[in-house]
């Protein structure tokens, strides 16, 4: 056990009693830190253990923790937008365990948040996607490459805008960092996000991703949403079915 981990365990009894556990969804007192209660874990709706919350979209992997249900969308919110960034810890717990192992301990797939723009960073204080990335490099399931893809400008909110006007806002607006599209050519990658709707943000990273020359391509998130279409023809052009309005959650424009 490293340091910095015996000194957190050495310290969890004083955190605790001046923190007592309670339960991010409905308050309870639980058992530690970074839980839900047994009620709680209950609500949330985990894909069945026999397909791994892994599903095939058009050649790419979505690994997800949850179906987007109302207690997943009220851990994401307190998450993102409540300033409880001590669930990152618990949210990519669940993540970790639908992802594979790495094939080769020296080869791990490259971590790659979903960027924000620099205002929108300045304005949230944190990029949710990249704090979810380094807890599951922590647990062993990559290595982060936090700047890998860019937001080159800031884009409109994409509440309530049709598919169309969704990919001509995201149009040229996420691209590869120049100085690391020699680390991504060649190397498996995994897109990681908070919740996944395959819509026009995903695509254009899975398209900017691909373009560096990943040799795959899989998509990484807490919940997802199980009404989204599918993520076909995302190098060749978008599916013509239709998203929820996409936004930092569905709901939350």
Partial sequence: MR???????????????????RC?????????????????WSL?????????????HGGVAVHAATYYNDASRRLVLAYKHGGKITLAGLLARLMAARLPDPAQADRKPLLV?????????????????ALLAHE???????EVLVDALMRQRRTPSLGGLGREARE?????????????????????VVLVDDVF?????????????????????AVACFARVDEAATIRDV???????????????PEAF
């Fill in 3 to 21: 340091w910095g981990s015996q000194l957190a365990v050495g310290l969890r009894p004083v955190v605790d009693l001046v923190y007592p556990p």
């Fill in 24 to 40: 991010p969804l409905c308050g309870g007192a639980i058992a530690a830190q970074e839980g839900l209660c047994g009620d709680c």
């Fill in 44 to 56: 949330l709706d985990i894909p069945a253990r026999g397909i791994a919350g892994c599903e095939e």
């Fill in 113 to 129: 948040p979903v960027p924000l723009h620099r205002w929108r960073l300045w304005q949230r204080g944190f990029n949710q996607a």
């Fill in 136 to 142: 599951l490099a922590r647990l062993g399931k990559g």
């Fill in 168 to 188: 001509r806002a995201l149009a040229g607006a996420i691209a590869v960092n120049p100085k690391r599209a020699s680390v991504i050519a060649g190397r498996a």
């Fill in 197 to 217: 709707t395959s819509g026009a943000t995903t695509r254009a990273c899975i398209a900017a991703l691909g373009g560096a020359g990943a040799r795959s391509i």
């Fill in 235 to 249: 190098w060749t052009g978008p599916s013509r079915r239709g998203l929820r309005p996409e936004n930092e959650t």
